[in-house]
């Protein structure tokens, strides 16, 4: 565990959540969650969290660790095709994870995943908080759309509204 990063996260608060993600672009994110859902039969959620705080910061929990709990908390794996994902961003290290149910995990390759955070984070190096979400969910839904086509109605089993932490 670094001092660096200890500072990051104690100095990390609501505020510059707010300042990435004001309310504007917490409504383009649900709605480019919610257009993106009518072309698969996936379910998207996106959570950002400014920073670690008590345990998992003086444990040093990673980015990808918390998203599995992030992923878990939200029930993001309780869907009827297990095609749920979890886009996750950690402000404070300014990492992004994208966590994928089984039924995803067979037919997406975890490098493609990597490579959609990978874009997401050259995004948000420039400050495009809201862009770099968007590329994200546009990236997620073509994959969605390969494996998970839309099929009849489409049917919302998960909120299509930003988790802000």
């Not at 493609?112 to 969910?137: D, P, Q, S, Y």
């Not at 073509?142 to 998970?148: P, T």
């Amino acid at each position: 565990m670094g001092i660096k990063r200890i500072g990051r996260h104690l100095l990390l608060n609501r505020w510059r959540v707010r300042r990435a993600f004001p309310r504007q672009a917490l409504t383009n994110i649900e709605k480019a969650i919610k257009t993106s859902e009518a072309l698969h039969t996936g379910q998207i959620r996106f959570a950002v969290e400014g920073a670690l705080d008590g345990v998992p910061l003086f444990k040093d929990q990673s980015a990808r660790a918390r998203s599995i709990d992030v992923f878990a908390n939200l029930r993001v794996w309780d869907t009827e095709n297990s095609n749920g994902v979890l886009i996750y961003l950690l402000l404070a290290d300014r990492d992004v994870e994208i966590v994928a149910d089984r039924g995803i995990n067979e037919k997406v390759q975890q490098a493609e995943w990597e490579a959609i955070c990978r874009l997401m984070e050259t995004e948000f190096r420039a400050g495009n908080f809201e862009g770099g979400v968007l590329t994200g969910v546009a990236a997620v839904t073509k994959l969605l759309a390969k494996h998970f086509p839309a099929s009849g109605a489409p049917r919302n089993e998960l909120p299509d509204k930003p988790v802000v932490m």
